[in-house]
């Protein structure tokens, strides 16, 4: 894959545009408590997000690949992060909801493992500070 870029450009007193090297776009900003106007999304929420997308793209493509009907995934994310600076995440728990039809738990538990040990780069760099915790639950459609 090799190098990706990015780009952050001030828009307004704490308020960011991040441009991605793909070409896409999003809107950053602070808290008011830090001089921002609460325009945008946090970057350490962004990170959740990020770490989210990265798992649930490996999860899907491994019960894809294994040819399970899969019709949803949805990863809820929660974060703790530390007292002092810098404010890492020292906790992150992540609950995926699959949805699909005749799904076997072990599938789902595989997936995630995957993910966890070998594919997914988020989790292996937030894993650095954090503990990472991770649980599933299946939705019969």
Do not use: W
């Not at 190098?3 to 704490?14: C, D, N, P, Q, Y």
């Not at 990265?54 to 990863?75: E, F, M, P, Q």
């Not at 493992?113 to 760099?125: D, G, H, N, T, V």
């Amino acid at each position: 894959m090799g190098a990706v870029s990015a780009r952050v450009k001030l828009i307004e007193g704490m308020q960011m545009l991040g441009e991605s090297g793909s070409g896409h776009t999003i809107v950053m900003d602070a808290g008011e408590s830090v001089g921002g106007r609460d325009m945008g999304i946090r970057p350490m929420e962004l990170l959740l997000i990020g770490m989210g997308g990265c798992a649930s793209i490996d999860v899907l493509n491994i019960l894809r690949k294994g040819r399970h009907k899969v019709s949803d995934c949805v990863a809820e994310i929660k974060g703790l992060r530390a007292e002092t600076e810098p404010k890492v995440y020292t906790e992150i728990s992540i609950e995926f909801t699959v949805t699909g039809t005749d799904i076997p738990a072990k599938a789902v538990e595989r997936a995630i493992q995957l993910s966890e040990e070998k594919y997914c780069s988020a989790s292996a760099m937030l894993g650095k500070t954090a503990q990472i915790k991770s649980s599933y639950k299946i939705v019969e459609r």
